[in-house]
């Protein structure tokens, strides 16, 4: 039986002055945009920040509900809003952060298991990669060349 080891890569940078000034301003979006979450429940606001191939950036933030399951992710906000409203405009990036009431959130927050399967897809659909980066309220950076990196073997509508 073989043995098949894949490597992750991703680049971490200890504060924003390492990064182009056009991702500070991403994060910065992100961070704008995470005020518009809606989560009493969890305290805990996610704000996303994509930037689009023609230069545009487009937010969102996660909205929860009081039954539980039917709240949505901020990566879900932005990838929905985005195909909807520039249908021809590809996504390059997106910015995510958090920050919660209940503690200060000092690394980064990385995208849930189902929000990486939906970035998946919407990179097969561009057939291009999105870059992520990734900040809490304070700490280190982490930059992620497509979510490949973060769903090694996912689940390929291929097979269907
Ligand atoms: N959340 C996101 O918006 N994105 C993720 O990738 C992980 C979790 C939200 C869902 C819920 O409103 C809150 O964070 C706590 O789980």
Known sequence: MKIIKQDIVYKVAQSLDEL???DQELILQAKHFANRSYSPY???KVGVAAKLKSGKIVGGANQENASFPISVCAEQT???NCVINHP???IMQIAITAKSAIQKIIAP???CGACRQSIAEYEQRQTAPI???LQGETGPIYIIDGVSHLLPLSFD????
């Open 42 to 44: 969890s305290k805990f």
């Open 20 to 22: 182009h000034p056009n």
């Open 131 to 133: 870059q992520l980066i």
């Open 157 to 160: 509508g291929s097979v269907l």
């Open 88 to 90: 021809k405009d590809p």
């Open 78 to 80: 932005v990838l929905t």
């Open 109 to 111: 927050v990385t995208p």
